[in-house]
């Protein structure tokens, strides 16, 4: 008998093979970057609005990556255009498995078709001063081309820069590119600040921190970042009637960035007792809207959707915004409940028969701009609901005794 054995030496931060040594884990190192004042121009939450970034990224993604690398450049000589380009330019020993994150959010300008970043050195907003001192187009593309790394995600909380297509034709080995900007190049972005953020910034961190995890797999990927933003970003900015659309683009493949709590409930079976009602979220500093008694819930599949049903609520593991929601009557008698997310992905239409106490039918499809989902209740009920971040929690309130 011939026993043929392979022999590899591991630790606890990289696996050694023969040709070279590979980190179990990538790193991430990210460059946030906020000009608070340029000149006569002032952007007064550019400092809180860095640090709610990186802190957000830091946070969610610890678990992907070995370490986390975040330098901050948000104040005085920090942000003038050479020290943030020598601190980019730091970067070229990163390996090619890491990834990269830079965030900016500032004034910008363009000339002749061409991305300028203001920097606070940046002496006024004349096209002579704005050539001379801010960050261009052309030396942003040059230093980001330099950086290894092969997953790289650009923010700009400013109008649109199309560098990520002119990085993608220059990069040799053609790295995954994502870029999301606040506005397009003939926007300018909203000055309104909520809770002292910037409206993109608390969408990008919403995203981050798992609102974008659409599927569910408890990773939030560029392209899912990207639908997010560009989705909820032009709704958010809408309800202050100003029309601003992100501009985004995605070269190569999406790649994750953050991980996401996933809800991932055991049922409990229990025919003789009932066991005390427990809660399905975690503990938190306040007491869920409600619970679902886990031994007496009915556990089913929808499309890309996991339902969690019991004779007094509802869970349902959707991550999107809540567009609209409504209860009413049809005119079969039938007592319904619809809530509507947004989206621009396309669902398919799914009719599923319920053998629970408290629904008879769920139907999920594509409406309009949004997804709705529709759930037929057997008596006429009214409802609560709770949204956190494993999903959406629906209390059956008023039932017939």
Same mark, same amino acid.
């Given at each position: 008998m011939l026993f043929v054995i392979f022999a590899i030496a591991v630790n606890a931060k990289t696996l050694e093979t023969g040709e070279e040594k590979i980190d179990a884990?990538?790193?991430?190192?990210?460059? =946030?970057?906020?000009?608070?004042?340029?000149?006569?121009?002032?952007?007064?939450?550019?400092?809180?609005?860095?640090?709610?970034?990186?802190?957000?990224?830091?946070?969610? *993604?610890?678990?992907?990556?070995?370490?986390?690398?975040?330098?901050?450049?948000?104040?005085?000589?920090?942000?003038?255009?050479?020290?943030?380009?020598?601190?980019?330019?730091?970067?070229?020993?990163?390996?090619?498995?890491?990834?990269?994150?830079?965030y900016a959010t500032s004034f910008a300008k363009i000339i002749n078709e061409n991305?300028?970043?203001?920097?606070?050195n940046t002496k006024s907003m004349n096209d002579e001063e704005v050539l001379k001192s801010a960050l261009s187009q052309d030396d942003l593309i040059d230093v980001f081309e330099k950086i290894p790394a092969k997953n790289k995600l650009l923010l700009f909380d400013t109008c649109?820069?199309?560098?990520?297509?002119?990085?993608?034709?220059?990069?040799?080995?053609?790295?995954? =590119?994502?870029?999301? *900007?606040?506005?397009?190049?003939?926007?300018?972005?909203?000055?309104?600040?909520?809770?002292?953020?910037?409206?993109?910034?608390?969408?990008?961190?919403?995203?981050?921190?798992?609102?974008?995890d659409v599927d569910g797999d408890g990773v939030v990927k560029s392209s899912e970042l990207i639908d997010y933003v560009f989705n909820v970003a032009s709704l958010e900015t809408a309800k202050y009637d100003y029309k601003q659309i992100p501009a985004f683009y995605q070269a190569g493949e999406s790649f994750s960035i953050t991980s996401s709590k996933v809800?991932?409930?055991?049922?409990?079976?229990?025919?003789?007792?009932?066991?005390?009602?427990?809660?399905l979220v975690e503990p938190r500093t306040v007491e869920p809207l409600y619970e679902i008694v886990k031994h007496e819930a009915i556990e089913i599949s929808i499309g890309k959707l996991n339902f969690l049903i019991d004779d007094e609520s509802i869970?349902?593991?959707?991550?999107?915004?809540?567009?609209?929601?409504?209860?009413?009557?049809?005119?079969?008698?039938?007592?319904?409940?619809?809530?509507?997310?947004?989206?621009?992905?396309?669902?398919?239409?799914?009719?599923?028969?319920?053998?629970?106490?408290?629904?008879?039918q769920i139907k999920i499809g594509y409406h309009g701009d949004s997804f709705r989902v529709v759930i037929y209740l057997k008596t006429k009920t009214s409802y609560e609901y709770e949204v956190s971040t494993d999903g959406l929690f629906i209390k059956l309130v008023n039932k017939k005794q």
């Open positions: 884990k990538p790193n991430l190192y990210a460059v =946030i970057v906020g000009i608070g004042k340029a000149n006569k121009l002032n952007l007064e939450y550019a400092v809180s609005d860095t640090l709610l970034f990186g802190r957000t990224l830091e946070r969610n *993604s610890k678990s992907l990556f070995s370490k986390i690398n975040i330098i901050y450049l948000n104040e005085g000589d920090q942000t003038t255009k050479k020290h943030i380009l020598e601190k980019l330019n730091n970067l070229q020993a990163i390996s090619k498995s890491d990834l990269f994150v830079f991305y300028y970043m203001i920097t606070s649109y820069p199309s560098i990520a297509i002119e990085l993608r034709h220059k990069s040799k080995d053609k790295s995954n =590119i994502a870029t999301i *900007s606040a506005s397009n190049s003939k926007q300018t972005a909203l000055k309104i600040h909520i809770n002292a953020h910037s409206v993109f910034v608390n969408v990008v961190t919403d995203a981050i921190a798992g609102e974008a809800f991932k409930p055991t049922i409990v079976a229990t025919a003789k007792t009932k066991s005390p009602k427990e809660s869970f349902i593991d959707v991550k999107r915004k809540i567009k609209k929601h409504f209860n009413f009557t049809n005119d079969k008698g039938e007592n319904l409940i619809v809530f509507e997310f947004y989206t621009n992905r396309f669902m398919e239409h799914f009719v599923k028969e319920v053998d629970a106490d408290s629904v008879s």
